[in-house]
């Protein structure tokens, strides 16, 4: 059995719980909370799956040294005693990240210099070569996080923001990040038991995102690579047989509407979804929340409406009030999530929230809130056993207290060189290792030699088109990744917009009947049993997408 490591993953202050209990739910050992992150240990095929798999981690850091300094001579000289030979050899290339909170050191692109000329002077002394730099694609990724005199490096696991599924084509303004959409469908418990509906989609981050927690599909089946893959010990066996293996997605048997008043953010919305091959699952239409009826079915809402800040509208304070209006009076029986960040807002949807989550929606201080919809008064629907909150709603209420202490620490050290989706670690411990229709109708080339990486992923849709049949190369073919251009990003992709054969294994048409379709044998081109997938496409930020 393989050793296990030490491994921390980041994420957005507010969502550290949701990330621990995914990290449980994958099987990792010694989870512990932290600020904006959670550490874990485990081996080389939980690393792999946390980069894959998790929702709400921005990046997954794999720490290799320890080690206290008060000087920038003392990081250098730290950071030279470690072997670097076991991570980089004189032909690759690395960069270095560094989070720095500490009164000695105040540049965090200081620290990564430091850092920088230890690793190049030890290959220079011991080979006469050195290693170079490159800051847009590097071999290796390191990050240095220093909170006064303790220092931590490690091995950045996972290249580019995991919030960057790949799906996304287009954007609206101010979209909602990945990782905060996920994280606000996993805090109201819905894993796509109801119908879902978001009533001002944006750019459709919140249906996508839904789609694929209803059928449990990991956010990784359409991001071109993970920065592990260039490690000289990555495993692309075992990668791939993570990357394969669908055991445990599931059917989704009800429906996610998106609506929006722009027709621009309609659009965008439909080509995420599109791309994202979730179009059986998901519809978006042109529709003004003002004008929504009641479902015919049992739903949840979940919306970002505009704050005021980085989107206006004429008559903010009226939306609010119209929301709580339309929910009042054509949302019974169900329940709505609103994200928002002013309390003048919240006031002006006129009812009593059963939960209030703060969460940080980039560096707005928000709050996420559950309304229980119920026709009546308040005693009579809990006469009849109704349930306005549950109690884990009341232990998400004393995390609020918590919360509130640590924000103003939080705010003081928002790095201004670093993107909130970035994160930092903070303080923590390391482990020892001993819509519904509102009315009626319802319903770069990437630098580097990849050819030796190809993979052999045809073993789970063997036969099929799609793409991840028959595959050149799991990276290549970006002719347009914003148009949608894919000739091949992970095999057989003439065009990701239109007539995707379906990315795991050429389902015929990703966009064909939600019903009666039989699911496909991945590994024999077999069809078998009842209500599978059959032609049925496959599924697959900031900000409401509506600030």
């Known amino acids: 059995m393989e050793q296990e490591f030490e491994l921390i993953a980041k994420t957005f202050m507010g969502l550290e719980p949701v990330l621990a209990k995914e990290l449980m739910e994958l099987g990792a050992n010694n989870v512990q909370i932290g600020r904006r992150m959670v550490s874990f240990t485990g081996d080389k095929e939980l690393m792999y799956r946390a980069n894959f798999q998790l929702r709400t981690a921005i990046r997954v850091l794999k720490p290799i040294s320890h080690f206290k300094a008060s000087s920038a001579d003392d990081v250098y000289n730290k950071v030279k005693e470690i072997d670097w030979t076991k991570y980089l050899s004189a032909e690759k290339t690395f960069a270095v990240d560094s989070v720095v909170f500490s009164e000695e050191f105040k540049h965090s692109k200081f620290v990564s210099y430091k850092v920088k000329d230890a690793i190049v002077d030890q290959f220079r002394e011991g080979t006469g070569k050195r ?86 599909m990991a956010p990784g089946l359409f991001r071109k690579e993970y920065a592990f893959e260039k490690w000289p010990d990555f495993d692309a066996d075992l990668f791939d047989s993570i990357y394969n293996d669908a055991s445990q997605e599931r059917e989704f048997s009800h429906h996610i ?13 439909k080509i995420n979804v599109k791309a994202a091959g979730l179009t059986a699952d998901i519809t978006v239409s042109e529709a003004d ?9 049992k739903s949840i809402i979940v919306m970002n409406p505009p704050y005021g800040e980085r989107i206006s509208t004429p008559d903010l304070l009226g939306t609010y009030k119209m929301i709580g209006e339309r929910l009042k009076h054509q949302f019974h029986d169900n329940e709505a999530w609103v994200l928002s960040y002013r309390e003048e807002c919240f ?9 209030k989550i703060p969460l940080y929606n980039g560096s707005l201080e928000c709050e996420f809130r559950k309304y229980q919809i119920f026709d009546g008064k308040l005693k009579d629907f809990r006469g009849e056993g109704g349930v306005v909150k549950t109690d884990e709603e009341k232990r998400q209420m004393a995390e609020k207290r918590r919360f509130k202490q640590e924000r103003g620490d939080f705010k003081k050290r928002l790095d201004e060189q670093e993107e909130n989706e970035e994160g930092d670690i903070r303080s923590f411990k390391f482990h020892s290792l001993e819509r519904k229709p509102f009315a009626n109708n319802r319903r770069n080339d990437r630098d580097g030699d990849w050819n030796d990486r190809s993979r052999d992923r045809n073993s789970r849709f063997d036969g099929r088109d799609g793409w ?71 599924k697959n930020g900031y900000g409401n997408e509506k600030h």
């Not at 929340?289 to 079915?297: A, M, N």
């Not at 006031?347 to 939960?355: A, D, F, N, R, V």
């Not at 009666?516 to 077999?526: A, N, Q, Y």
Request: contains cysteine; aromatic residues 8%; glycine residues 14%.
């Open 347 to 355: 006031e002006q949807i006129g009812l009593k929230p059963s939960i």
């Open 289 to 297: 929340f003002k004008d929504f009826t009641q479902p015919s079915e």
């Open 468 to 538: 991840r049949g028959e595959r050149d190369s799991r990276r290549g073919g970006f002719d347009d990744r914003r148009r949608g251009g894919y000739d091949d990003r992970r095999g057989g992709r003439d065009d990701r917009q239109n007539g995707r054969g379906y990315r795991r294994g050429g389902r015929d048409d990703w966009q064909g009947n939600r019903g009666g379709h039989e699911r496909f044998d991945r590994s024999r081109g077999k069809s078998f049993g009842k209500g599978g997938y059959g032609n049925k496409a496959r």
């Open 131 to 216: 290693p170079n730099i490159s800051v847009s694609n590097p071999d290796i990724r390191l990050n240095m996080h220093i909170a006064e005199d303790d220092c931590t490096l490690s091995l950045d696991s996972s290249g580019e923001s995991l919030h960057r599924r790949g799906y996304r084509q287009e954007s609206v303004e101010a979209p909602l990040n990945e990782v905060l959409a996920a994280g606000m469908i996993q805090l109201t418990g819905w894993h796509g038991e109801t119908d879902f509906i978001d009533p001002m989609c944006g750019s459709g981050t919140l249906l996508i995102e839904a789609a694929l927690i209803a059928r449990n």
């Open 257 to 269: 509407y998106g609506y929006d008043i722009d027709i621009k953010a309609v659009n965008t919305a």
